[in-house]
């Protein structure tokens, strides 16, 4: 009985293909293209760290617990009496209210594209090339759209229905800015959710129709859940997205300064990223200015920081996991 | 007893679907609603409904007479039932009032002939005009003062050059990024660096406005040693920014998308691996680079507030040394002051809608391509 093993028929050099291979010769346009596209990446990092490091690093020195706990008196440039508590709850109330509205919409609009729609169908193209063009509309066309549809269009119109003796909804608003956020982060909902419902392998719901679930059933009690860390992923990179821009409320809400918190729908507030835009710009010493601006910024990073690092990483699980179910 | 199938059976199901499936238009609804309201408060300047004639021809009270009683009510500008309510007598009041309220406006510009005209007619929109006090015909924003001046020229030249000098800037930078991430990086350092690129998107344009502002336009006026500090350039250069993770994300995303059989074919026959990136994969996924310098371009175009942030002078120049007023800053800056329903605010709304068509058209180019070239990976065409 003679088996052979392959270290017996195969010729020496090939019984370990690739372990020595190396280029014949050195290519040095190859190692200088390579180098270049290298370098490039490496410049995006590097001043993606200069800017980080530079408002961490000038912000903690300025950053305390009576800045971002203090509501400041009429002048906000001045250092040592100011604070940005109501920027921080006036941004966080924004998108707080944003979120009621845009996370129901933006998953149901994902779970009709994903699990009911015919995927050939004029109406759901139709759809997506409306997510898709919703999702590059300029921030400030949404502001423009804010004013001319919520404020002048059903806010009027709201007034006139009520009696209001002067402008109650007919003028910027709380609710104006969290609606408009709303419709601009409407895809990012829609995208993150749909990506999330994709990657549920199809055995799942086919096991729960064999059992007699409907599909309504399947879709809340077995897709739903499993879903639901996507679903996250989407809220808060939703929130990320709108508690950093500043256009879309601009004619919107935002108000250049309050004596009190924001107490009903229907009030204007004052927003963190406003807030570092007037402080940069309208500032009558900017070297005095300097370190609260430079707290101010923290304070906005973080909180749209900290939700996108939390985002990437259920984002990044969720894809591996996909991966590996298929 | 057979089976109950279909709808008769659920009828709850059916609701269900129905509404998921209303809901699911809202997108659609969206997209039309801001199309119809931007469009809507800018109508009027298309129809030449809009008037900001200073100075308007007046009629001298005597001569009412002449005038039919439609002519009158058009001229007093009335509405029919206040027109019909009035008696002659306060018709020439009011006639007087106007001749009164020509007599208030000052010499200067009674007499001057761009005060009785309609600065917000297209030719003085497009066109260069020569006012009063110039001396030769020139495109002129300044919304504000007695006669208003709503030439768009210089924010159509200040918005490309901004576009532009930043495109320039993050296209390479980012498709540069994108071949090393995908084609030449270990898979180790490609886990960290995609992620990190992306995350300066996360950060809000705000900031990014904040530290041009503050760092980038002092180092990049020491290294290039321009004069003004602020000015298209820099605004530029940090709407590269701003843009290189939308491109970064979408050109990788086209090289890694292009099949593996062909790298690992360049790779047997005995290319480099840059040979390999170069030759084969950039080839392959041209359409979806270019769709990601669109759809930058989109991303670029609509960048409000670094810009605002940065320089906002309406120059008419080509210099890109020079300051330039956006479109986006226009609207974002000069909003607060416009008088709702008036001629200033109209014109804002229309550059929004012209903005929104921009984008609009980039987008759908842009998409249009990707979905091609999906396809044809695909083998599918």
Redesign the interface.
């Given at each position: 009985m003679n088996t052979i093993t392959p270290s017996q028929y195969l010729p020496e050099t090939q019984q370990q293909p690739g372990r020595h291979f190396r280029a014949e010769k050195f290519d040095f346009w190859s190692f200088f293209f390579s180098g270049l596209t290298g370098l490039a990446t490496l410049f995006i990092l590097g001043i993606l760290a200069v800017i980080l490091l530079n408002i961490l690093i000038n912000g903690w020195s300025a950053i305390s617990w009576h800045f971002v706990s203090t509501i400041p008196k009429k002048d906000f440039f001045d250092a040592s009496t100011t604070g940005v508590l109501p920027m921080i709850v006036g941004t966080t109330i924004r998108v707080f209210v944003m979120t009621i509205f845009v996370i129901p919409v933006g998953v149901i609009t994902a779970i009709y594209l994903t699990e009911y729609a015919p995927n050939t169908a004029l109406i759901t193209r139709i759809i997506r090339a409306a997510v898709n063009n919703l999702a590059g509309v300029p921030s400030i066309v949404f502001g423009l759209f804010g004013l001319g549809f919520f404020i002048n269009f059903i806010g009027k119109n709201m007034d006139a229905l009520l009696h209001n003796p002067s402008a109650v909804w007919g003028q910027p608003a709380l609710i104006w800015a969290a609606l408009t956020l709303a419709v601009m982060t409407l895809p990012v909902v829609i995208v993150a959710t749909e990506e999330s419902l994709k990657a549920i392998p199809p055995g799942l719901r086919e096991a729960s129709l064999a059992l007699g679930a409907t599909k309504l059933e399947t879709i809340l009690r077995v897709v739903l859940p499993q879903a639901l860390p996507g679903i996250m992923t989407g809220g808060i990179l939703a929130v990320s997205r709108a508690a950093g821009e500043v256009a879309p409320i601009l004619f919107t809400g935002v108000a250049y300064y309050m004596a009190s918190l924001p107490s009903h729908l229907s009030d204007q507030f004052m927003d963190l990223g406003y807030h570092v835009f007037v402080l940069s710009t309208q500032s009558p010493n900017i070297e005095q200015t300097r370190p609260i601006l430079y707290a101010t910024v923290l304070v906005l990073l973080m909180l749209t920081f900290a939700l996108n690092i939390v985002a990437i990483i259920i984002r990044a699980r969720m894809r591996k996991k996909l991966r590996a179910l298929g | 007893m057979g089976i109950h199938r279909g709808h008769r059976a659920?009828p709850?199901?059916w609701l269900?679907?129905k509404?998921?499936?209303l809901?699911?238009?809202?997108?659609?609804l969206?997209?039309f609603?801001?199309f119809l309201?931007?469009a809507?408060?800018a109508l009027p300047i298309f129809f030449g409904e809009t008037d900001t004639a200073l100075v308007q021809t007046v009629i001298p009270p005597d001569e009412a007479d002449k005038l039919s009683p439609a002519q009158l009510q058009k001229y007093l500008e009335l509405t029919p039932e206040q027109f019909a309510s009035m008696d002659k007598d306060s018709l020439k009041a009011l006639m007087e009032v106007k001749q009164e309220a020509l007599d208030e406006i000052p010499e200067k510009f009674r007499n001057d002939p761009d005060a009785r005209a309609n600065t917000t007619d297209w030719h003085y929109l497009l066109l260069p005009h020569q006012w009063s006090d110039y001396d030769k015909p020139e495109y002129i924003w300044q919304p504000v003062g007695q006669i208003q001046k709503y030439n768009i020229v210089p924010l159509l030249v200040g918005t490309l050059k901004v576009t532009l000098i930043g495109l320039l800037f993050a296209v390479?930078?980012?498709v540069?990024?994108a071949?090393?991430?995908s084609q030449?990086?270990r898979p180790r350092v490609r886990e960290i660096?995609k992620?990190?690129?992306?995350?300066?998107s996360?950060?809000?344009?705000?900031?990014?406005?904040?530290?041009a502002?503050?760092?980038m336009a002092t180092v990049l006026q020491k290294l290039f040693g321009y004069q003004t500090r602020l000015n298209a350039f820099v605004a530029g250069i940090a709407l590269g920014?701003a843009v290189?993770p939308v491109i970064?994300s979408i050109a990788e995303d086209a090289l890694t998308s292009v099949p593996r059989a062909y790298t690992q074919a360049a790779l047997a026959l005995g290319a480099?691996?840059?040979?390999t990136a170069?030759q084969i994969v950039l080839p392959a996924a041209l359409p979806g680079v270019f769709a990601a310098a669109v759809?930058g371009f989109?991303?670029a175009?609509?960048?409000?507030?670094i810009v605002?942030?940065v320089c906002s002078a309406s120059v008419m120049s080509w210099n890109i040394f020079d300051s330039a007023r956006s479109i986006?800053t226009t609207?974002?800056a000069e909003?607060?002051e416009a008088v709702?329903g008036g001629p200033h605010y109209r014109i804002?709304?229309m550059l929004?809608a012209l903005?929104?068509a921009a984008?609009?058209v980039?987008?759908?180019i842009g998409?249009a391509v990707i979905e091609r070239f999906k396809l044809k990976l695909e083998g599918k065409r």
């Open positions: - | 659920r709850l199901e269900a679907e509404f998921i499936f809901v699911s238009l809202s997108t659609i969206m997209v609603l801001i309201f931007v809507r408060e390479p930078l980012a540069g990024a071949i090393y991430v030449l990086a660096v992620p990190t690129i992306e995350l300066l996360g950060i809000p344009s705000v900031v990014v406005g904040f530290f502002l503050l760092i920014f290189i970064f480099s691996r840059w040979q170069w759809l989109g991303r175009i609509g960048e409000t507030m605002l942030m986006t609207i974002a909003m607060a709702s804002l709304f929004g903005l929104f984008t609009f980039s987008n759908m998409g």
